[in-house]
């Protein structure tokens, strides 16, 4: 039997680096510029700044600021519809938004609980 197939919104994303508020109150991730040692340390030496900062638009902000770790895509959806209003395309737009943010290890994105949905007697 194939494995069962798991939707995007119902997985519960966890962010993995930090933020800063903007002058304009949107969100400004703050990222590692390297993974090794060895380039941090490089970078040091020649004065690299180690952290890259990622100023999100609107909607990224939004996204941001409902990831707590706990709630699906679904309710961080939820969560951002209450805040923008309607939004055309939102679904696809956290879709990609989350999917780039975990392709450069600065989101995690895990699996709902199977427990919740199994009956105890």
Same mark, same amino acid.
Request: glycine share 8%.
């Given at each position: 039997?194939?494995?069962?197939?798991?939707?995007? %919104? *119902?997985? &519960?994303?966890?962010?993995?680096?930090?933020?800063?508020? !903007?002058?304009?109150? =949107?969100?400004? +991730? /703050?990222?590692?510029?390297?993974?090794?040692?060895?380039?941090?340390?490089?970078?040091?030496?020649?004065?690299?700044?180690?952290?890259?900062?990622?100023? %999100? *638009?609107? &909607?990224?902000?939004?996204?941001?600021?409902?990831?707590? !770790?706990?709630?699906? =895509?679904?309710? +961080? /959806?939820?969560?951002?519809?209450?805040?923008?209003?309607?939004?055309?395309?939102?679904?696809?737009?956290?879709?990609?938004?989350?999917?780039?943010?975990?392709?450069?290890?600065?989101?995690?994105?895990?699996?709902?609980?199977?427990?919740?949905?199994?009956?105890?007697?």
């Amino acid at each position: 039997m194939p494995p069962a197939t798991i939707d995007l %919104l *119902d997985m &519960i994303p966890r962010r993995l680096v930090g933020h800063v508020p !903007g002058d304009d109150g =949107l969100v400004i +991730v /703050v990222a590692p510029r390297f993974k090794s040692d060895f380039w941090r340390e490089f970078a040091r030496r020649f004065g690299i700044k180690p952290f890259v900062h990622v100023r %999100l *638009d609107r &909607i990224g902000s939004a996204a941001w600021q409902a990831i707590d !770790g706990q709630r699906t =895509l679904r309710e +961080v /959806v939820t969560v951002m519809e209450g805040e923008l209003g309607p939004t055309p395309e939102l679904h696809e737009r956290l879709a990609r938004f989350v999917l780039d943010l975990r392709r450069n290890d600065l989101l995690a994105l895990a699996e709902p609980s199977r427990e919740a949905s199994t009956d105890s007697g």
